[in-house]
């Protein structure tokens, strides 16, 4: 998730569950269900990758999106999005991060499996977050940073000073393959 953290940002058919009862004053919880949202690599792309804003896409996604926001500082909130479902793929997102066609970057590959991670934002917003504004079901290719804008009403900037802001870590098939904030190991495999 080298260019997925972006994707994420700018990118999917189960309802939205409730959410559940606060356990640190003002925090919040909301859920939406993300069908058809895209996976993406780092690398310029190319092969049976497809292009978008956020990198290449190797695979499309349906996801529940678990968002906990925490009230950080004034106008400031910490957001921890948990992300689990599938995933559907139909390019090689390149064996422990590379980008050479030659091994594999790009060819076409059907693989399926399930994927689960996390990521961090903090973001800046005038209105707190809104729960009810928070879609149950994204459209398609919608990203992380437009379900934050429909969860915080008010407009969101990024605020990236703290440690662990943007921080995530992707699990593909188990763990076959791993998209962090260091990078990609592992490969995905061919069902």
Known sequence: MVAAAAAILTGSAVAAAPAMASTTPGQVFAVTHS??????TSGNGG???????????WAIDNLTEQFTVTPYAAGEY?????????FAGFADPGADGTTDPALGYGQPLTSTGQVKGTITYYVLSPQGPDKASLLP???PDTGLGAALGQL?????TYDWAPADAGS?????????YVQNTAGITGDVRSH
């Open 152 to 156: 915080f009403p008010g407009g969101v």
């Open 78 to 86: 910490k957001v921890v999005i948990g992300v689990t479902g599938s």
């Open 137 to 139: 079901n994204q459209a």
């Open 47 to 57: 092969g049976a990758l497809l292009s978008s804003l956020g990198g290449p896409v």
């Open 168 to 176: 995530y870590t992707f699990s593909y098939q188990n763990g076959n």
């Open 35 to 40: 069908p058809q949202h895209n996976d993406t």
